[in-house]
């Protein structure tokens, strides 16, 4: 049981390049979430999904775009890389946002890229 | 706009000490309350979950209480071990269930 699994583990884009980060999960868990984390800062909602085929836009979605077409599999594309976009990126799920323990988010051990 | 704030940004402590992490947040309409442990290059580790309704929640030597009226959520640490070098985030669980995290409290345990 790997949990959450995400890759790579560090990007190197330049400008304007495109990108796919992956983020698969073996939990069966029904939410998945995308954040980044820039230095000193909080971690930031970008997209998350509340199964397959449903996805919907967090605080940063500018510049992102994601599917999801199976339960496993959470995708973030990055179409034209800014170096604002430099960040690192976590993918998280959780079993059933509102009822009692079945909340916990569990993460995975994110991606870092930078853009030049 | 929630705006959740840790305070201080870092902390070092000899060995043994008790360590009181602090969560202060602006909106006290939160549904749950989460703390997690974040060691370096890694990714975040669920600590403790308190619900709204629930005052405290206890997991060994962690105790993290809540109080929603004061937009306050402290996190206990009893008997600090080098072990627990870290940085600590707390993030407040909305009704539509998205968070939003503190920019973490980084813990040095001195041995």
């Known amino acids: 049981n790997a949990g959450v699994t995400q890759t790579p583990k560090f990007r190197i884009l330049k400008i304007g390049q495109s990108m796919t980060l992956q983020c698969a999960q073996d939990?069966?868990?029904?939410?998945m979430y995308w954040y980044r984390q820039d230095p000193g800062m909080g971690l930031k909602l970008i997209y998350y999904?509340?199964?397959?085929?449903?996805?919907d836009k967090g605080e940063v979605p500018n510049g992102y775009n994601v599917s999801r077409s199976t339960t496993e599999d959470f995708p973030l594309r990055l179409e034209l890389a800014a170096p604002s976009q430099t960040s690192v990126y976590f993918c998280?799920?959780?079993?059933?946002?509102?009822?009692?323990?079945?909340?916990?988010?569990?993460f995975g051990p994110g991606t870092r890229l930078l853009v030049l | 706009k929630q705006e959740v704030t840790q305070i201080p940004a870092a902390l070092s402590v000899p060995e043994g000490e008790n360590l009181v992490l602090n969560c202060s947040f602006t909106d006290s309409a939160i549904y749950n309350l989460q703390w997690f442990r974040q060691d370096p290059g890694k990714g975040l580790t669920s600590l403790l979950l308190?619900?709204?309704?629930?005052r405290e929640q206890t997991s060994g030597r962690l105790n993290a209480s809540l109080d929603k009226s004061s937009g306050r959520s402290t996190l206990y640490i009893a008997a600090s071990q080098p072990g627990d070098s870290a940085t600590y985030l707390c993030a407040v669980i909305h009704s539509d269930y998205k968070l939003s995290f503190g920019a973490g409290t980084t813990v040095t345990v001195r041995a």
């Open positions: 999904s509340v199964g397959a085929g449903i996805t």
């Open positions: 308190i619900q709204s309704s629930q």
């Open positions: 998280a799920i959780s079993r059933t946002p509102g009822v009692e323990g079945q909340e916990t988010q569990y």
């Open positions: 939990m069966n868990h029904n939410y």
